[in-house]
């Protein structure tokens, strides 16, 4: 089991910048490719960025490209979201989630991620 708790949601005006940080705990979780979605209400879940275990490979929606940044530290077992030039179409939960299972390459769909956080909310006001 992989458990994965986020933190670092909240309130920003519109232009401004949130981090987002990401736990991961449990077996090999470290070895596994861990990915951003996010989910605006009456909207379906959707990829923003993922990043392989070594971090020398990222992926993102188009959506964010030149905005948001995903990092990781797996001496901390964490992997980080910084979001930049926020806007208010921004606003949704962010989840966190592992893909325990894929050996070559960056999924973006959300079937094939099989851990997941309870979420944190961000906010971009206008």
């Known amino acids: 089991q992989v458990q994965l708790v986020e933190s670092g949601g909240g309130l920003v005006q519109a232009g401004g910048s949130l981090r987002l940080s990401c736990a991961a705990s449990g077996r090999t979780s470290s070895r596994y490719t861990l990915g951003w979605f996010r989910q605006a209400p009456v909207k379906e879940r959707e990829f923003v960025a993922a990043?392989?275990?070594?971090?020398?490979?990222?992926r993102y929606a188009d959506s964010v490209k030149g905005r948001f940044t995903i990092s990781r530290d797996n001496a901390k077992n964490t992997v980080y979201l910084q979001m930049n030039s926020l806007k208010p179409e921004d606003t949704a939960v962010y989840y966190c989630?592992?893909?325990?299972?894929?050996?070559?390459?960056?999924?973006?769909?959300?079937?094939?991620?099989?851990?997941w956080g309870q979420g944190t909310q961000v906010t971009v006001s206008s």
């Open positions: 990043i392989i275990w070594s971090g020398s490979r990222t």
């Open positions: 989630a592992a893909d325990s299972e894929r050996l070559i390459g960056i999924s973006t769909n959300i079937l094939d991620y099989d851990y």
